[in-house]
């Protein structure tokens, strides 16, 4: 059974970064797709960033781009979300996700994946 655990998630102030990680147990991951989703209150779970199986590609939402960066240790099992310049928006649980069968392609759509972690807050203020 493949568990993933994030950590990393807290208060901080906008302008700020902050690194997230997701580390995995149960099996190794090294040879699937991992990826981030974010879920505000009241809103829908929505794809933040995805990484394939050696870090040769990555994927981000447009809300996303150029301040969080996706990165990934097989050797550790983990992947991490770097977010700089943080906003009061980036503020949501954030999940991480893996797909059980697939090294190359990043689905966006939270159906796309097989395993999830619990979630790590993160709330960013002004």
């Known amino acids: 059974q493949v568990q993933l655990v994030e950590s990393g998630g807290r208060l901080v102030q906008a302008g700020d970064s902050l690194r997230l990680s997701c580390a995995a147990s149960g099996r190794t991951l090294s040879r699937n797709v991992m990826g981030w989703f974010r879920q505000g209150p009241g809103k829908e779970r929505d794809f933040v960033a995805g990484?394939?199986?050696?870090?040769?590609?990555?994927y981000y939402a447009d809300s996303v781009k150029g301040r969080f960066t996706i990165s990934r240790d097989n050797a550790k099992n983990t992947v991490y979300l770097q977010m700089d310049s943080l906003k009061s928006e980036d503020t949501a649980v954030y999940y991480c996700?893996?797909?059980?069968?697939?090294?190359?392609?990043?689905?966006?759509?939270?159906?796309?994946?097989?395993?999830w972690g619990q979630g790590t807050q993160v709330t960013v203020f002004s």
């Open positions: 990484i394939d199986w050696n870090g040769g590609s990555t």
């Open positions: 996700a893996a797909r059980a069968h697939d090294a190359i392609i990043i689905f966006t759509h939270p159906r796309g994946y097989d395993y």
